[in-house]
């Protein structure tokens, strides 16, 4: 009868997070690049999913709470696609890389260029999931006005900098708890249920999300938004990515401090019971056998 847990511990957990650097560090760029590109294309069905429900005049008008909730259930699909095929967002390499670089698992300038690629990643999938619905022409008068409107609300003269900024802190704190806990568990149906509640939390809250809006915003813009590229740009995409930055470090900081001490370091683990400790150029598993190393692997997002 195997006693086996149905979960990781926080530990593993974390550990997993930090190891991640190294491994996702030392793959190919044109690996990385693709990782990154599905992750936007992804990330833009759940987006296209909330620009469709902004269409019904009925709900925005005389239920605006009740709409938020209803986007909020049905956005978090593309990001279940993302942590069930292991694609990278640059929300989640704000931790990963941050956790990495901390341990000293990764040279110090790594997470610069892990960001960099990610990001334009991202933004190369969600530009062309917003070409292929805006040329597919699958959305009504009343979609695209739904379209533009979120986009107006997210970057028009109504909101701020700063403002962005701390919506974009609120939202990547919850997207890294919802992968966090993901890893936590072994099986599939339980990484999609603990993935999905922070994510539904983030959007029925309104918070901002640097690469949903890299759908969101341009999808607006090309159904009639009144809301410049610069203006996205300055208002919406810049903040966004400096918030989403803090965010990441609200929950990766204490979960180190908590959870990250070198004596649940793997590698550190492995050496104690006398058997050789895991190469950057290997990956964890293959090298040694054992249930510690193993959830770690399944751990790993």
């Known amino acids: 009868m195997s006693t086996s847990s149905p979960m990781v511990t926080l530990e593993q957990a974390t550990w997993a997070w930090i190891m991640a650097g190294p491994a996702k560090h030392r793959l190919s760029i044109g690996k990385r690049f693709v990782k990154a590109f599905m992750a936007g294309l992804f990330l833009s069905t759940g987006g296209m999913l909330v620009q469709v429900l902004s269409a019904d005049p009925w709900l925005t008008e005389n239920a605006a709470g009740l709409l938020k909730i209803i986007q909020g259930a049905v956005f978090p699909v593309g990001l279940v696609m993302i942590v069930l095929l292991q694609m990278d967002l640059v929300t989640g390499q704000m931790a990963i890389m941050t ?77 890294c708890l919802a992968v966090f806990q993901a890893s936590l568990a072994k099986d599939a149906v339980s990484k999609v249920v603990c993935a999905w509640f922070p994510i539904f939390v983030f959007v029925a809250a309104g918070f901002e ?35 989403n930055v803090i965010g990441a470090w609200l929950l990766v900081l204490p979960l180190m401090y908590l959870y990250g001490g070198d004596e649940f370091d793997p590698a550190k683990t492995t050496e104690e019971k006398g058997s050789p400790s895991p190469t950057i150029h290997e990956p964890m598993g293959q090298v040694q056998s054992g249930h510690y190393v193993k959830d770690i692997e399944r751990a790993e997002p």
Request: net charge positive; proline share 4%; aromatic share 10%.
């Open 99 to 175: 956790m990495a670089t901390i341990k000293r698992k990764v040279p110090y300038w790594a997470w610069i260029a892990d960001w960099a690629l990610v990001f334009v990643g991202n933004l190369a999938g969600a530009l062309l999931y917003t070409g292929i619905v805006y040329g597919s022409g699958i959305y009504t008068p009343a979609m695209k006005t739904g379209a533009a409107g979120v986009a107006t609300m997210k970057a028009g003269s109504s909101i701020s900098f700063g403002k962005n900024i701390v919506r974009a802190i609120g939202c990547n704190t919850l997207v």
């Open 209 to 243: 999300h640097v690469v949903a809006s890299m759908f969101l915003i341009p999808e607006g813009l090309e159904n009639g938004a009144m809301v410049t590229v610069g203006r996205y740009i300055g208002t919406a995409l810049v903040p966004a990515f400096l918030g």
